[in-house]
């Protein structure tokens, strides 16, 4: 059943005890500029004279709730721009919200944009180790899991090799390797299934599905409605940054199949 968004909404506090994540009423704008300014008069003369005007104000979330258990697997779907990566950002504190709260009960692993922090003239070695300290990983622990994050990769004969001379699928699948290895309470997935050739997409699905099986909270953000279907049991529909649908995974689907043919 689709659950009502007012009551959602309206969720009590005592709720932040019992959930892996709890968002209440979370807002977040952005300024886009209306015209390019490129000297420093022009700048001023935007600051000064006109400034109101030469932005414009992007809703990019407007009073978004909604909560996921702990072990429960939680799919975000919509239309390019509807505010899902935005969402996903502000979980994982790279964006504060202008308005509302966000809790997350226990460690994250934000599998968000994989590489990110990644040095191309360092050794695929080396970047293991740095991209490690970047997840949260000592050095102990990624001397116990080196290993396996290269045979997960598939890139030992590599390792030795500077990264700028990777393709991007071995960029991707040296990145997806280590950050699995953070052993995570809380997983958040942007379209990372979609990455990589398809024997390491199946790879990469198998591996998140043997988290999901093992208890782990999973917000998965996804295009792919099969995939969705497959691994959530509830999942949210967003249309420009707000809230359009939120419950069980088959009755939101079929809502966005109602919304996507009267969009025509």
Known sequence: MLESLARVVG????????????VENVSKTFRIPKERKITVYEHLIGLFG??????EVFNALQDVSFSVKH???F???????????????????????????????????PFLELGVG??????????????????????KDVDQRYDEIMDF???????????????????????????????P?????????????????????????????????????SHSLGTVK??????LLMNHGQMVALGETEDVLAEYERMRAASG
Do not use: W
């Open 11 to 22: 969720k009590p506090n005592g709720e932040l005890n019992s959930h892996a994540i709890v």
């Open 50 to 55: 006109r400034g109101a005007q030469s932005y």
């Open 71 to 73: 072990g429960e697997t």
């Open 75 to 109: 799919g975000v779907i919509g239309p390019n721009g509807c505010g899902k990566s935005t969402l996903l950002k502000v979980l994982a504190g790279v964006l504060y919200p202008d308005s509302g709260r966000v809790k997350m009960g226990g460690k994250i692993a």
């Open 118 to 139: 990644f040095q191309p003239e360092l050794s695929a070695r080396d970047n293991v180790y740095l991209y490690g300290a970047i997840m949260g990983l000592t050095r």
């Open 153 to 183: 990769s598939e890139l030992k004969r590599f390792e030795n090799m500077k990264l700028r001379n990777f393709s991007s699928g071995m960029y991707v699948r040296l990145a997806f390797a280590t950050a699995i290895q953070t052993n």
């Open 185 to 221: 309470d809380i997983m958040l997935v942007d379209e990372v299934l979609s990455v990589g050739d398809e024997s390491f997409q199946r790879k990469c699905g198998a591996k998140i599905d043997e988290i999901r099986r093992a208890g782990k909270t999973i917000l998965l953000v």
């Open 230 to 235: 497959q691994l959530c049991s509830r999942c």
